[in-house]
């Protein structure tokens, strides 16, 4: 098979210039694309747990740990027990992370502009939708 007809080089290598993209215009703000997208979940969802956090991100709870303490040493978010579990810890957006939410959002459209804007609008649409069922 062409390397270049292999789904896996085809995905790594968009995935790779998308992220690198992300994390230099991220970079001002003192965010990775991972920890943007904990934060995207928390404005969206409210309180989370890690455990929840990982399963909307497709990723280990266990993988975020190490995320999690970095953006609450940034004072980006906050643990705390549950108070009606309390084997259970909830995670929350701080409001210094709130207040990053405006900019950095305008960040992720202008990022999505960037290379969505090299298809025409239909095959943009069914791209989303194609890598949506992809990791579903």
Not at 16 to 28: G, I, K, S, T, Y
Not at 77 to 90: F, G
Request: net charge negative; hydrophobic share 40%; with cysteine.
């Amino acid at each position: 098979m062409e390397l270049h007809q292999c789904l896996n080089f085809l995905l790594s290598v968009s995935q790779h210039q998308v992220h690198q993209h992300l994390a230099d215009e991220l970079a001002p703000y003192e965010l990775t694309p991972t920890q943007y997208g904990i934060l995207n979940t928390l404005w969206t969802h409210g309180e989370l747990t890690p455990k929840e956090i990982g399963s909307f991100l497709h990723l280990k709870a266990s993988s975020i740990s190490t995320v999690l303490d970095k953006m609450q040493k940034q004072q980006l978010i906050e643990r705390q027990v549950d108070p009606s579990n309390r084997r259970t810890i909830l995670v929350t957006a701080t409001e210094k992370a709130k207040a990053l939410q405006p900019d950095v959002e305008q960040v992720i459209q202008k990022m999505n502009h960037h290379f969505l804007n090299k298809l025409e609008a239909d095959e943009a649409e069914k791209l989303i939708a194609t890598l949506q069922k992809l990791i579903q």
